[in-house]
C-alpha cells in the first residue's frame, strides 16, 4: 500500500487483498481493492447534519460547489395532491441544507424543463435571502405536463457549468415513467452529462420504472432510491444534500497499468453498491486505462479487479497490475497518482495456496451474484416465469443469509415466503405490493463489507 497527498483533496490509500498465488499454468488473477479517502483541504469540519442554520463559519468549509435540484412537476404529480406538497418540502429542506456560497437551481421537470429559481440560465450563490427567496419560488410549483427526464438533465449540465466548482452535482427526483422523450432520448442526455456532473435519482411512490432511475444514477456515478411514502421525501433530501456538500473532490479515477500480455477482464464497485465499470475505461497511456469513480468525500469504496496474465512455470513471479487514483490535471500535465497499490502473480506447486480463494475476494464474488440474482428473478417473475424467479430469488436468499446481508434478506422476505434460507428454499408469494418489490429491485446492488 502507498498513499500520496495532495492540497485542498482528501488523503486517499489503498490496500489490496488478493490470493496471489496460481497453479502452474494459471493465468486469472483477481483482486479486492479498498480505497479509503480521509481529511483533505477540509479536515475539522463538521458533520452538516451538526450545522446549524445560523452557523456562517462552518457552513463556508468545503469545496466550491454547484447543485441543481430537478423536481418533477407532471400532471401525476397531483395525484394524490398532497404528493407536490411534499416534493416542495423536500426540496425546501435541500435548501436550507446548503452551505454559503454554493451556487444551485431549481428545475421543474415535466415534458420539457423550466428554471425556477434563480432563473435567467443562471445560478444563485447560497445564503440566508437566497434560500428564502428559492423557497419562495418553490410555491409556484404546478403539476401538468408530461416527462421528459433527458431534458431535465441537459438543462442542469448547461447550468451548472455556468460556474467553474469544483464539485457540481443534481438531485433528481420522478414520479412516473420518462413516456415523453425516446428511450434514446434519455441514453444521449444521459452520455452527454456523464462526467460532467454526478447526480441522484429518486423514484416517489410507485408508478415509475427501477431501471430507468437506476439507469440515471449509474451512468452519472450518483445513488438511486425509491421512496414510497412522499411524507419521507424532506428527509431522504436532507441525507441527499448533506451527502452532496461532504464531497471534496470531483472526477476521481481508478488508473489500471497492466504489463505486455494482460489484459484487464473487469473492474467493478462492489462496496457500498455493485457497479459494473468496465466499459467505461478511458485509455490513459501505454497499457493504461482511467475507470471513473466520481466525487469522495470522507469514506471508503471497495473494488474487484480480475485480470488475465500470460501462463507461466512454477517459480514464476511478476506484477500483475497496478491500482493508482489519479485527478485529471488542471495545466494538463500528466497527474501524479494520489494512492496506489500493487497486484501480484506468483505461481506455486503447492495446491492448497493455488486453490484457496481470498476472503474478500469470495465474500464479493457472492455479493455481485446476489444482485444478478434478485435482478433475473424479479424479471422472471414479471414475465410470468414462476420457476426461475423460483431458482433464481431462492439462490438470492441463499446468498444473503451467507453473507450476513441481513437488509436485502428483509428485503426478500417480503416477495418469497423463506423455507430454509441455508438451502436457498423459499415459495414465491401469491400477492407482493408494488412498493415492496420496487424496493428490492431498486436496492439490490447495495453490499455489506467484509470484515476484514
Known amino acids: 500500500m502507498a498513499n500520496f497527498s495532495k492540497s485542498n483533496v482528501p488523503r486517499f490509500s489503498v490496500e489490496v487483498y488478493q490470493n496471489e498465488f496460481l497453479p502452474e499454468g494459471g493465468r486469472d488473477v483477481s483482486a479486492i481493492v479498498t480505497v479509503t479517502a480521509t481529511g483533505g483541504g477540509t479536515t475539522g469540519r463538521l458533520p452538516l447534519v451538526s450545522v446549524g442554520p445560523h452557523d456562517a463559519a462552518a457552513r463556508q468549509r468545503g469545496p466550491s460547489a454547484a447543485v441543481a435540484v430537478m423536481v418533477d412537476c407532471s400532471g401525476s404529480m397531483d395525484y394524490p395532491p398532497t404528493k407536490l406538497r411534499h416534493a416542495r418540502e423536500a426540496t425546501a429542506a435541500a435548501i436550507d441544507t446548503l452551505r454559503d456560497g454554493v451556487a444551485f437551481t431549481v428545475i421543474a421537470g415535466t415534458h420539457k424543463a423550466a428554471e425556477v429559481y434563480p432563473g435567467g440560465g443562471r445560478l444563485a450563490r447560497a445564503d440566508a435571502a437566497t434560500r428564502a427567496a428559492a423557497k419562495d419560488a ?24 455556468t460556474r467553474d466548482a469544483a ?20 441514453r444521449a442526455s444521459l452520455g452527454a452529462c456523464a462526467g460532467r456532473f454526478t447526480c441522484d435519482a ?9 431501471k430507468e432511475v437506476t439507469a440515471i444514477a449509474s451512468t452519472l456515478l450518483g445513488t438511486a432510491d425509491i421512496v414510497a ?16 456538500m461532504g464531497k471534496e473532490v470531483a472526477d476521481v479515477a481508478l488508473r489500471i497499468w497492466t504489463p505486455q500480455g494482460t489484459d484487464v477482464t473487469f473492474v467493478k464497485q462492489v462496496a457500498p453498491t455493485v457497479e459494473d465499470l468496465t466499459h467505461r475505461r478511458a485509455d490513459a497511456g501505454p497499457r493504461s486505462g482511467d475507470y471513473p469513480t466520481g466525487s469522495w ?30 485527478l485529471p490535471s488542471p495545466d494538463g500535465t500528466p497527474p501524479r497518482p494520489l494512492a496506489q497499490g500493487l497486484v501480484r502473480a506468483v505461481w506455486t506447486a503447492d495446491l492448497t495456496a493455488s486453490t484457496s480463494m481470498n476472503p474478500q475476494v469470495a465474500h464479493y464474488t457472492g455479493q455481485a451474484e446476489l444482485a444478478r440474482a434478485i435482478q433475473q428473478g424479479l424479471d422472471a417473475r414479471k414475465s410470468g416465469d414462476w420457476d426461475g424467479a423460483t431458482a433464481k430469488l431462492g439462490r438470492a436468499v441463499q446468498l444473503a443469509a451467507a453473507s450476513g446481508n441481513a437488509e436485502t434478506a428483509k428485503l426478500l422476505s417480503k416477495v418469497v415466503d423463506v423455507v430454509d434460507a441455508v438451502t436457498g428454499t423459499v415459495r414465491l408469494k401469491a400477492k407482493v405490493a408494488d412498493a415492496d418489490e420496487m424496493t428490492l429491485e431498486t436496492r439490490s446492488t447495495k453490499t455489506v463489507r467484509v470484515k476484514k
Open 229 to 244: 411514502n412522499p411524507a419521507e421525501l424532506a428527509e431522504d433530501f436532507q441525507r441527499m444534500m448533506e451527502s452532496a
Open 297 to 326: 468525500g470522507d469514506e471508503s469504496r471497495d473494488y474487484h479487479v480480475a485480470v488475465r496474465v500470460p501462463a507461466a512455470d512454477v517459480g514464476r513471479e511478476m506484477l500483475a497490475a497496478r491500482v493508482a487514483l489519479v
Open 167 to 186: 464539485i457540481r452535482h443534481g438531485i433528481l427526483l420522478t414520479d412516473g415513467r420518462n413516456e415523453h422523450e425516446s428511450p434514446e432520448a434519455l
Open 138 to 161: 418553490l410555491r409556484t410549483l404546478r403539476a401538468g405536463g408530461g416527462t421528459a427526464i433527458g431534458e431535465w438533465l441537459r438543462l442542469a449540465d448547461r447550468l451548472l457549468h
Open 202 to 210: 429518486r423514484g416517489v411512490g410507485t408508478d415509475w420504472e427501477v
